[in-house]
Structures are given as structure tokens and as C-alpha cells.
């Protein structure tokens, strides 16, 4: 091998050559950018609708299927659930029940099915249907709250006794109502009567629910549950304290209440939001930070804060209601919570 001798060391030639590409990269480093590039980057919607019904008649008393036709673009299945919406929301309450399933949808086409069953006694109408589609990718739970039992991996939890856990007095929807006194809340060190529903999670994970409420007394609030123990947890949750409608996420970390004040939390936050009505919520666990999100239509989602947590992975998150009635600050007397799902995506 050719060697070329430098002092007391001998170099091989290849390594010269080596080391004489590295100079010239470091002087290409060293220019200005000469020219730049600019790539429109879009990230589209996978899920496409191809068909539908126009429009759908029926009689008291029946029941009709309402056929959808789907092109899923990507190249991975997603599951959908769908979101009926009458445009008279007390008429669909009272008289309409719609199917309330997951679906998951593979690459390519493929047809779903949902249905629709209107009461004998209902009067006759003429409205307009939305249906909101909802795609989720690693959905690893899901409850539509649409049977007659909660699913088995919740646990319900009382402390105090009294509150009513209901599948049916809102149909579709988990209802937790409960009755001041005594407060019944989830706060470090004081009271932990807040019912609720709970289950066992493991891991990263994002969780959402959509929660309709009239809010009209301080304090009421219900929201997303994540609990490791009374000095670990946080509360993700739309609130009326005082005359003021709420989303608040605040916590237990360490011991520690997060709520300083009546305004500030820390970490976590308290916003002022107009009567939204319902509320849509999402926690999303990435190892130790907790973020938070609301929506009024879970399309446009607003970033609330983000909370360090440390822990390790087995928790459990569920849904719960909170009340506080104790004068002369506070005035509640009744809440109750309609939880239309809950679901659990998880990082696979
Ligand atoms: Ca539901």
C-alpha cells in the first residue's frame, strides 16, 4: 500500500483521500444556501364517502338502514364510529334511536350499514340529519353507551352512595347524576366522593368523550378521570364555578393541588368559554406529559395545557361528576352528566 510518512506516522493513501472529501463538505457547509425549494405538503383525509341515502322516510314504529358506501385511500384499517345528529335535538332524544357501532374500515371500498328506529309514538316530522363520521386509528376501547349495561371493564364508583349511574334516561348516553349535599368532589387530602366510572389502562394512550350538560349552578363539572392515587391525578372537565362557564385541566401531582387560586392553575389551566354545549374532550398521555383539548363539534380542537406527571404506566382514566355546594361560595344543589361515549386509543 502506498503510505505517505508525516513526521514519525505513516498514512495510508486511502485514508488521504478520505480525509480530503470531508474538507471539501466542510466548504460546501461553509457557503450560503444558493437555492431553495419550496414542496406544497398535504396530508389528506383518508376516508372517502362514495354513496349515501338522499333521503329517508318512515313510519312510527319503524326501523331503516341507512347504507354507506366508503373508499378508505391509506393503507391501514380505521376504526369509524358515527354521530347522529337530528336538527331537533329534543325530538331525536325522546322518539329516535340510531345504531351506535364501530366499524372497521380496511384499505380500498367497503360498505357499512347503520340503522335508525323511530318510536310508535312519535308525531310525524320533517327534519335533517347530519352524521358526523368519526375516524380513529389503535382504537383499543370503545363505549357508545347505546346498551343496556356498561361494558365489563368499567368499575362504578360511589364513595358516598346515592348518585345514580343511567343507560337510559338519555338514551345513547352514560348519565351520572348526583345531589348536593354532601359535596362530592376530587380534590387532594378533602374529598374524593366524586361518583364515577373507572377502569385499568396501560401505557401511552389518548382518551375523549363528548359530554352534554346544562351547567347552571357553581359548582358542577364533569369530565376525563386520569387517576394513579388521592396524590396522583388529573381532571380534564367542562365546569360552571361562580357565574362563570368553564374548561378546566388541573390535577393532583406529587401531593400537590394544582389550583392556587380561583383563577390559576399551575400546571394546567382554567379558561372562560361561552356555554358550549356539548363538549367535546380529549387527554392524550405521551410518558409522563398529559395534554389536554376541548371542541364544540370535535373537528377544530384547542390546545389547553400540558401537565408533567410522573408515574409509571398503570392507571386508570374514566368518566366522572363533580358537584360543591357548601355556602355561602358555592351553590349547587344537582348535576347530572350525559356521557355520549368514551373511547381509548393506544400508541401501538
Ligand atoms: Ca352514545
Do not use: C
Not at 93 to 115: C, H, K, L, M, R
Amino acid at each position: 500500500m502506498k503510505v505517505l510518512r508525516v513526521g514519525k506516522h505513516m498514512i495510508p493513501l486511502w485514508l488521504i483521500v478520505v480525509l480530503l472529501i470531508s474538507g471539501a463538505g466542510i466548504g460546501v457547509l461553509a457557503d450560503q444556501i444558493w437555492r431553495t425549494l419550496t414542496v406544497p405538503v398535504r396530508i389528506e383525509e383518508p376516508l372517502e364517502i362514495l354513496t349515501y341515502p338522499s333521503e329517508l322516510s318512515l313510519y312510527p314504529g319503524e326501523s331503516k338502514t341507512l347504507d354507506i358506501s366508503l373508499q378508505n385511500h391509506a393503507s391501514l384499517n380505521y376504526s369509524v364510529t358515527l354521530d347522529f345528529h337530528l336538527t331537533n335535538v329534543t325530538y331525536q332524544a325522546n322518539y329516535v334511536t340510531f345504531s351506535d357501532e364501530t366499524y372497521t374500515i380496511v384499505p380500498g371500498q367497503q360498505n357499512i350499514t347503520a340503522w335508525l328506529t323511530v318510536k310508535s309514538s312519535a308525531p310525524s316530522t320533517n327534519e335533517s340529519l347530519t352524521v358526523d363520521f368519526n375516524r380513529v386509528e389503535n382504537l383499543s376501547f370503545i363505549d357508545n353507551f347505546d346498551s343496556a349495561t356498561l361494558k365489563s371493564e368499567w368499575n362504578i364508583i360511589d364513595p358516598y352512595g346515592g348518585s345514580i349511574f343511567s343507560l337510559t334516561s338519555m338514551p345513547g348516553y352514560l348519565t351520572i347524576s348526583t345531589t348536593y349535599p354532601p359535596n362530592k368532589d376530587l380534590w387532594q387530602g378533602v374529598n374524593f366522593y366524586s361518583p364515577r366510572v373507572m377502569q385499568a389502562i396501560y401505557g401511552n394512550f389518548t382518551i375523549e368523550t363528548k359530554l352534554w350538560a346544562v351547567l347552571n349552578e357553581s359548582v358542577q363539572s364533569g369530565g376525563v378521570l386520569v387517576w394513579k392515587n388521592e396524590a396522583n391525578f388529573l381532571r380534564l372537565e367542562r365546569a360552571q364555578r361562580y357565574d362563570y362557564q368553564e374548561i378546566l385541566f388541573v390535577g393532583t401531582i406529587n401531593g400537590v393541588w394544582s389550583v392556587s387560586s380561583p383563577e390559576v392553575s399551575n400546571p394546567g389551566a382554567i379558561l372562560h368559554v361561552p356555554n358550549i354545549n356539548p363538549t367535546y374532550l380529549r387527554l392524550v398521555r405521551t410518558g409522563s406529559i398529559y395534554s389536554g383539548y376541548y371542541s364544540s363539534d370535535s373537528l377544530n380542537w384547542h390546545f389547553i395545557a400540558n401537565i408533567t406527571m410522573d408515574t409509571d404506566y398503570s392507571l386508570s382514566v374514566g368518566l366522572y361528576n363533580v358537584i360543591r355546594g357548601d355556602p355561602p361560595i358555592y351553590s349547587a344543589t344537582s348535576f347530572t352528566a350525559n356521557f355520549d361515549y368514551f373511547r381509548i386509543s393506544v400508541d401501538k
